[in-house]
């Protein structure tokens, strides 16, 4: 069992205790424990279930690569699953739960999976569940869906807030190690500005529990100097607990910072990410330790040997009494020399090798270990713990010469330079035959805007071994990242202690002829439960690409994203293909290197910022007054404004019909208003809209429609001309700052040459659609200006001034009654419409919504943007030929109605439909024709475009695209409804209300 | 993320600041051009890989549109430049096939 | 006339730095050939300052003109001076060929105080706001979080920033929220 050495610890504050519980158990760490080290010093070896089969698993890793240690953290809103236990810093009051099991760790019923193992190899879902077809809905989904997923969503809410940061320097250096320290210090040496991130809360990387000199000092002294020379230079930014996540194009990182994970409840946020542009990134993120591929290395107890070092050096715990090491290279020893220095026993070492290890092989035989070489381990035996190994030839079969008890195995197949950052704008990798791994491919560097490399990797992310190595690397990395962005370097690099080792030998299976039931045994992903034997039955069922076979054993696709299993299940399907393995290549490896949380991505955007809501000068009045929102756009408007228990269709009939017999107000103020002024403005002009505007006289306003270069409507407005040099464009609500862009564009990139000046001035007013037969009175009350028939006629505009607030009065109409819109400085707009609000009182005056709005135009067969077009409708199908100017040679759109399709008679043409029940239509509805279409579905000869309740009329009106439409008048067409039934409409006219306009010119 | 210099307002800033306009130096037709000018006009765009030249809007900047040379293969860009002009610049020109040796302008590969 | 009521009405938060509502502010959009005498004449007539340089902003007292664009200004002057400021440079401008126009109300305008300006800044724009990269006078258009804004560093280490009004609420919201306490960064030492 694990446990608590009595001194030792180097991260460890000894002196205070921590509490905190796992699965309902209070137990203890100290200040500088990880979730993993306290668990394991509480004697908590097994820490989760696997994924597919239950097994027991305990922790593996002691870092970010840790694919079994798996917890749910927090509670209530604070919830979290998945969270790797070496990667959570212990708190007072952490909370942790294991997963995937039930009803408990111990005894999981799941767990019966792995007794069926040998029926559920890779791909067993696809063969199994795919016949017969019906069962997959009815059966395998739901219990596929049942049994699936690792860990358990949180509920609603999370209280904690979260944000971006941007940066920008010269250099990010990802990775707080050794080699991340040189390199960063070279490059700040040189000038250059200079940002160095590390994941975990320490410096220094794992150098300190390797052992070695830096110019004659330990190296920890080393670390702790440099990190204060670093924290002098006030060209560096350190940042602990803040990974590198990304390398994206043109220098682009992300840095992910857990600001606050250790202290929950602070005021800080809880994540930063941080969004770098840098000129140069160096990669100095390390190497992974492989494991070793042999039967039983998933019990808990089998741990890589470097994690049973850092265990034992930097937090005091030993995994167990007796530890056996088995390796393929040189670097276990050190685990083992470690252990035995802390008075540990280590019944053997295992080396796979034939010829042995170097120097350290002899320093631990020196101490007394017994070193087997040429042997590796056939079986670990043991079930939720290691009790002892079998071990074998490594050149075997897997035949038992030996078992020898012990409690914990320290494995190691050697390491795995951290290649991911590199990896993930496009750098390219070489097989290290001698390392048996993947390195950068220094000729082909992610390439940034210049076509630049600008990714530089140091130290053991190279390829680097011993510290002399990892240093001299490191320095010439950080000092050519600073030379490529225009510092100048200097300085040598710092001497680092060598330490010669023997040649690691590659061992992708131990043994090496290990038999099906020993490879069945045999974890490759730990996670995700693929074994060797799942990668070599993909290899024979013809799985030969390595995204194949990774997708169909599911190899590399948990939540560590292979960071183990990668390189050895590519050696497996190599040898199972029989080529070498830079011919099978790696998985794609894609950002980001561990998860990152989802509320760090979505920053501020969450809450009252998730995204910009806009609001008039008039909201608050709306608000004030129960207005039901809806979204137009960013804009929330009234929809109407129900009074008392009303629901929303009374409350819309109420505006309507007040509006038409007295007075209605409608907040107008989104409509988009654009200025075009310039000696060339009319010209324009006439480009924009279909009709002829250059003739519009000051003073009056004409409607008009605009169309894209295709000829399709895409707005339409009241366009008024200020004077003989300016328009003003009013367009949809939508369409402001589209339109605005559009003219931008056509100015700008063709027409560059044109004098016109445009600006949008859509919210510098507020605007106020007064409608309704008393709506000249009410404005007469708040003016003494004159704006009777005379002095403005009906789509006239003037200058008034109006409850002593300066405005433009226009004379339009879009509800069919006689009405105005006034128009003033946005910050006089609620005063204005106070003043309404109170003139309007004795004529009983109604705010009314979008909704009324939309029915009094379609009484009145006003189109609308959207409703009756859709981006496939040209004013010709509208019946809009009045709006289309003859005269003009040219207008956007123009050349593109004159093609056959559009001009073809058979397109649909917008009526006016009547429900003969008096019913309203289903929006959208189609008008079936006789017969079939090759797909077999019903002909269709027209679809609904608007339809409302008319409480004008006190029936149903519509208005629809119909094919031959405006010559069928009176014909009744049949609109099958989701139901199963049939609404019978009569095409009519599409002015169902005032169809002289005596209203409106009132 | 692409970072890109507007030559409007000379900052360099990354890709949300900016808005793709399609393809650039494209010839409008319009009344009285034949079917095949027009449908080419409006529909037959260039899909290089490799070097291209297309319109962007600094949208959340200065608002203007200028030009940038790119390649959509590297996301290299060889430089950018104002809108108001029919052809790529010959300094555009010469920062093009200074990378890639043999291009010609309107080849498209 | 009532007073003008700006889409913030006062608001003010005081975090890691102090975000506040600057009040109502003449603003005028001036478009036109910017190298052109007429219009350094005019502007100078009007707000008192010269052309600003290329992303620059120039105060004055009472007023500012910002660079917008090569063939824009955003000239700043009190709410109330606002339609004399225009008639000012109509008259100058008479016969050329430029837009002046009233855009005070279509703004919110928003100061940004106080040790953590830069910071709060940095975490909704995508500029580089370390005091090596953005000093006093420069003035810069861009997007912050999901809206456009721009901004400008006086002599005082206050940001003057500008964004439209109908989303003054959402930016003031934006800037308290990255102001809040606790959410120091330290960068700019």
């Keep these: 069992m694990s446990t608590r050495l009595a001194t030792g610890g180097r991260r460890l504050d000894r002196g205070r205790a921590q509490e905190f519980t796992f699965n309902g158990k209070r137990m203890q760490g100290h200040p500088g424990d990880t979730l993993a080290s306290a668990l394991l010093a509480n004697g908590q070896m097994l820490m989760g279930r696997s994924f597919k089969y239950h097994r027991p698993r305990g922790v593996v890793a002691s870092g970010a690569e840790e694919p079994n240690a798996l917890v749910g953290l927090g509670e209530g809103t604070r919830f979290e699953p998945n969270q790797r236990a070496t990667t959570t ?27 069926f193992a040998r029926f559920l190899p890779a791909g067993f879902y696809y063969k199994m569940f795919i016949h017969p077809r019906p069962f997959w809905k009815h059966v395998y989904e739901p219990f596929i869906r049942q049994s699936a997923g690792l860990g358990k969503a949180p509920n609603p809410g999370d209280p904690d807030r979260y944000e971006h940061f941007y940066y920008f320097c010269d250099v990010l250096v990802v990775g707080g190690g050794v080699a991340g320290l040189q390199s960063a210090l070279a490059a700040a040496e040189a000038g250059a500005k200079v940002m160095l991130i590390e994941q975990t809360a320490h410096w220094g990387g794992r150098a300190p529990v390797d052992g070695g000199e830096v110019d004659g000092h330990p190296v920890e002294d080393w670390i702790d100097a440099t990190i204060a020379k670093l924290q002098d230079m006030p060209n560096v930014t350190l940042r602990t607990r803040c990974m590198g996540a990304g390398v994206y194009d043109h220098g682009y990182a992300l840095g992910y910072e857990r600001v606050a994970d250790h202290t929950p409840g602070s005021d800080a946020p809880r994540h930063r990410l941080w969004r770098i542009r840098a000129g140069q990134i160096v990669t100095a993120t390390g190497a992974i330790e492989r494991p070793l591929s042999f039967a039983g290395n998933d019990i808990p ?19 167990g009494d007796r530890t056996v090491v088995v390796t393929n290279n040189d670097d276990a020893y050190r685990t083992a020399i470690t252990l035995k220095k802390l008075g540990l026993e280590i019944p053997a070492i295992l080396d796979a090798r034939q010829q042995g290890g170097g120097a350290l092989a002899e320093e631990a035989r020196a101490l007394g270990i017994r070193i087997e070489n040429g042997k590796g381990i056939a079986k670990v035996k043991g079930g939720k713990h290691v009790t002892g190994v079998a071990i074998c030839a490594q050149a075997g079969e897997g035949a038992a010469l030996e078992e020898i008890a012990c409690e914990a195995v320290a494995m190691s197949g050697g390491w795995s330079p951290v290649v991911h950052l590199w990896s993930h704008c496009g750098g390219k990798l070489i097989w290290d035959e001698a390392q048996a791994h993947f390195r950068p491919d220094p000729e082909n560097p992610p390439r940034g805007a210049q076509g630049e490399g600008f990714v530089l990797p140091a130290g053991s992310a190279n390829g680097a071994g011993d510290l002399a190595g990892v240093l001299n690397d490191a320095h010439a990395a950080g000092q050519a990242a600073a030379k490529a962005t225009g510092a100048k370097p200097k300085g040598k690099a710092p001497q680092g202690s060598a330490s010669p080792e023997a ?65 050895n299940g590519l050696a497996i399907l190599s040898d199972a293909l029989g080529q070498p393995i830079p011919q099978t290549g790696t998985t794609t490896f894609r950002p980001p290197y561990t998860p990152i949380s989802l509320s760090s991505i979505a920053g501020e955007a969450t809450k009252a910022n998730f995204q910009p809501i806009r609001k008039t000068p008039m909201q608050g009045w709306h608000e004030a007054n129960g207005a039901d929102f809806e979204p137009v756009g960013q804009w929330r408007r009234p929809y109407c404004f129900p009074k008392g228990e009303e629901g929303r269709h009374e409350a819309v009939n109420r505006e309507i019909t007040q509006t038409r017999d007295s007075l209605g107000v409608l907040d107008a103020s989104t409509l988009g208003k654009i200025i075009v002024k310039g000696p060339d403005a009319g010209r324009f002009m006439d480009m924009l809209y279909t009709n002829m505007m250059s003739t519009l006289k000051p003073g009056r306003c004409r409607y008009g429609l605009m169309c894209n270069e295709n000829g399709f409507l895409m707005d339409d407005g009241v366009v008024a ?13 939508g369409g402001a700052e589209s339109i605005h862009g559009h003219m931008e564009e056509w100015l700008q990139t063709e027409w560059w040459d044109w004098k016109v000046y445009t600006a949008n001035v859509t919210e510098q007013y507020a605007q106020v659609g007064v409608a309704g037969p008393n709506s000249r009175k009410v404005i007469e009350k708040l003016t003494d200006d004159d704006i009777s028939a005379d002095a403005l006629a009906f789509m006239g505009w003037t200058g008034i001034t109006v409850a002593g607030i300066p405005a433009r009065v226009f004379r339009i109409s879009f509800a069919g009654e006689l009405s105005f819109e006034l128009s003033v400085p946005a910050s006089h707009g609620r005063a204005l419409w106070d003043a309404l609000m109170e003139a309007g009182s004795e004529y009983g005056v109604m705010p009314y919504g979008t909704e009324a709005m939309h029915v009094m135009r379609a009484e009145k067969g006003f189109i609308m943007i ?75 000869q027209g679809r609904v475009t608007s339809t409302y309740h008319s409480p004008t009329l006190g029936r149903g009106i519509a208005m629809g695209l119909v094919l031959h439409g405006p010559n069928r008048m009176g014909e009744v067409l049949e609109f099958p409804t989701v139901d199963g039934g049939i609404i019978k409409a009569k095409i009519v006219d599409q002015v169902f209300y005032d169809k002289d306009g005596e209203k409106q010119n009132g | 993320m692409l970072i890109l210099t507007c030559p409007c307002c000379g900052v360099t800033a990354e890709e949300t600041e900016f808005h793709q306009g399609g393809e650039a130096h494209l010839t409008r037709h319009g009344p009285g051009a034949s079917e095949e000018e027009f449908h080419t006009y409006l529909f037959a765009k260039e899909n290089p890989k490799g070097v291209h030249f297309e319109r962007w809007r600094h ?7 200028f030009h ?42 | 006339m009532a007073e003008p009521v700006t889409a913030l009405n006062g608001a003010r938060f005081e975090g890691i730095a102090t975000i506040e509502d600057a009040g109502p502010t003449g603003m005028i959009t001036l478009r036109g050939d910017l190298a052109s005498k007429e219009v350094k004449a005019a502007v100078k007539k009007a707000v008192g300052l010269d052309i600003p340089g290329q992303r620059a902003a120039l105060g004055g007292k009472e007023t500012a003109a910002l660079w917008m664009s090569p063939d824009e200004l955003l000239l700043m002057c009190p709410y109330d001076k606002v339609a004399e400021t225009i008639a000012t440079l109509d008259a100058a401008l008479e016969g050329q060929h430029f837009l002046a126009v009233n855009v005070s109300d279509a703004r919110s305008f928003l100061r940004i105080s106080g040790g953590g300006a830069r910071e709060v800044l940095a975490k909704l724009c995508p500029v580089d706001l370390s005091p090596d990269a953005f000093a006093p006078g ?16 006086d002599e005082g280490g206050t940001f003057h920033l500008v964004c439209f009004r109908s989303v003054g609420e959402y930016a003031f919201n934006l800037l308290k929220t990255a102001a809040l306490s606790g959410g120091e960064v330290g960068v700019y030492g």
């Excluded at chain 1, 760790?105 to 767990?111: K, Q, R, Y």
């Excluded at chain 1, 299976?509 to 992903?525: E, F, I, S, V």
């Excluded at chain 1, 593109?896 to 929006?923: F, I």
């Design chain 2, 59 to 65: 949208n959340n900047g200065c608002g203007k549109w």
């Design chain 1, 89 to 115: 810093e212990l708190f007072d009051g952490l909370v942790a739960v294991s997963q995937n099991h039930w009803p408990s760790l111990e005894t999981d019923i799941g767990a019966v999976n792995t007794h």
């Design chain 1, 301 to 319: 107890g089998v741990m890589l040997a470097s994690a049973v070092r850092d265990y034992a050096v930097d937090y005091g715990v030993s995994i």
């Design chain 1, 866 to 940: 959207g409703d009756e077009t859709d981006g496939t409708v040209i004013p010709q199908d509208l019946n809009m030929q009045w709006a289309i100017s003859k005269k003009k040679e040219d207008y956007l759109g123009k050349r593109a109605q004159e093609r056959s399709h559009m001009a073809d008679p058979n397109r649909w043409k917008l009526v006016g439909l009547e429900t003969l029940d008096g019913s309203a239509l289903p929006d959208g509805a189609y008008a079936t024709a006789e017969g079939h279409n090759a797909n077999g579905q019903r002909n269709v």
């Design chain 1, 721 to 733: 001309r200020l004077d003989e040099d300016t328009f003003l464009c009013h367009t949809t609500t």
């Design chain 3, 138 to 153: 420069m003035f810069r258009r861009t997007r912050m979080a999901q809206v456009p804004a721009a901004f400008w560093l």
């Design chain 2, 68 to 109: 940038a040379a790119r390649d959509t293969v590297t996301l290299e860009v060889y430089g950018t430049y104002s809108a108001q002009t029919l052809e790529p610049p010959q300094v555009i020109r010469d920062a093009i096939t200074a990378k890639r040796p043999g291009w010609r302008w309107r080849e498209f590969a």
């Design chain 1, 503 to 567: 040649p690691m030998q590659p061992v992708w299976l131990m043994p090496q002829g290990a038999g099906y039931k020993l490879r069945l045994k045999a974890w490759l992903d730990y996670q995700n439960d693929v074994k060797v034997s799942d990668v070599q039955l993909a290899a024979r069922e013809g799985y030969e690409s390595v995204e194949h076979a990774k997708r169909y054993t599911t190899l590399g696709m948990a939540t560590d994203q292979g960071k183990l299993s990668n390189i």
